[in-house]
């Protein structure tokens, strides 16, 4: 399309093609078979792990033990099974989106929002049924030790609903994104998508109701301890105990990951949604959610959220799984999450609102809707 065009289009899904801003089109990476190698070797990699938790669940012979609704933490077992099931079915099933047709957009659009929305349920139930069902109110690991990565520290309650908000925000984050992108009318008027972007950046007005884990705190020298802390608490792991620098190292990537996820994934992306102006014509056919791009992505990103604590939990039992395979199995999926982020992603953001929103962040912390809000005027106004 030349310059001079008035029509306003979606980015296209991930390496794929270009979109238009309001001063010009904006050129993005093509899709090409590099691109098309990369997402293979994401749903390959997320299939995989896949493959190997079920055959190490199979062989240890605990399916009925770590699944079976009774004894304590019955709920959380049906919902930790449930989601279980839904995330291997739809790594299988919902990810590859199906040749155009003149009739797939509703069908193929549905299934995805139903999806989806499942998806998020299922993660935040999971979370806030483990948080009341296990004890551990009064664990507290040795400082330099999580729960999700090192063996002798164990998921902490602190952890348990910190993680349910960030479930809560990948919920919120899909249905902003169908609702920017084909399923809402509001989506055609300036006004709407940023009323929307509002919306979906408001949880993190509450977010310093909820414990704050911070990723450096597992690879940073162990100090004096704090003389302020709970006595009471019950200790866990060794003193002298040290993470292993494979370890370290994870939760050194873990923390940039979070760092991309945050600025990029969520605000730079719904943002750069909000900024975008529709196209009737182009309703399902550029919907970024529908994308096959997206859909590894997604999967990914909502596993990665709860497996390491079903991980962890394998490893505290000595006979499912080792440690060693544990942290193996991290890897694959912390690949597979990173490759099919960079399909998904880099033709959908306006890399201007991400860095701005990384700048506002350091100058302004804890300030995300106001961040988030201004980040989009000032991109808006002068990109």
């Known amino acids: ?132 069902d296990f004890p551990h109110r009064l664990v507290a690991n040795r400082k330099g030790e999580s729960g999700t990565l090192s063996e002798s520290a164990v998921v902490t309650h602190g952890e348990m609903i910190e993680h349910s908000f960030y479930q809560g925000l990948n919920l919120w984050q899909a249905m902003y994104l169908h609702s920017t992108s084909w399923l809402l009318p509001v989506r055609s008027s300036n006004a709407g998508r940023l009323g929307l ?12 109701l ?56 969520l605000h730079g992306l719904n943002i750069s949604m909000a900024l975008v102006e529709t196209n009737g014509e182009m309703k399902y056919r550029g919907a970024l959610p529908l994308s096959t791009e997206w859909r590894v992505f997604w999967l990914c990103l909502n596993t990665s959220y709860v497996i390491e604590f079903f991980l962890q939990s394998l490893v505290k039992r000595r006979d499912v799984i080792s440690q060693r395979t544990m942290l193996l199995m991290n890897a694959l999926l912390m690949a597979s999450s990173s490759l099919a982020a960079s399909t998904a992603v880099f033709g959908a953001v306006r890399w201007e609102a991400a860095l701005v929103s990384v700048l506002l962040n350091f100058g302004n912390r804890g300030r995300d809707v106001v961040n988030t809000m201004a980040t989009a005027a000032l991109v808006y106004i002068f990109a």
Request: aromatic letters at 12%; a positive charge.
């Open 197 to 208: 972007l509002w919306l979906v950046t408001l949880p993190w007005a509450a977010r310093r």
């Open 1 to 132: 399309p030349s310059a001079a065009s008035p029509t306003r289009h979606w980015p296209h899904h991930g390496p794929c093609g270009w979109w238009r801003s309001r001063r010009g089109p904006v050129w993005v990476w093509n899709r090409s078979s590099s691109g098309m190698m990369i997402l293979g070797l994401a749903i390959g990699g997320l299939r995989l792990f896949f493959c190997l938790l079920i055959a190490c669940l199979v062989r240890s012979g605990k399916l009925r033990v770590l699944f079976a609704p009774h004894g304590r933490g019955r709920a959380h077992r049906l919902t930790g099974a449930a989601l279980l099931c839904w995330l291997v079915a739809g790594s299988f099933c919902v990810i590859v989106r199906p040749p155009p047709s003149h009739n797939m957009g509703d069908g193929w659009a549905v299934t995805c929002l139903a999806f989806d929305f499942v998806l998020g349920v299922l993660g935040i139930t999971t979370t806030l049924t483990a948080a009341r």
């Open 210 to 265: 909820f414990p704050v884990n911070s990723f450096s705190a597992n690879w940073k020298a162990i100090g004096k301890s704090n003389p302020n802390e709970n006595r009471t608490l019950m200790r866990v792991g060794n003193n002298k105990h040290r993470a292993a620098p494979t370890i370290n190292s994870m939760y050194f990537v873990k923390k940039w990951q979070y760092v991309f996820y945050k600025h990029v994934i």
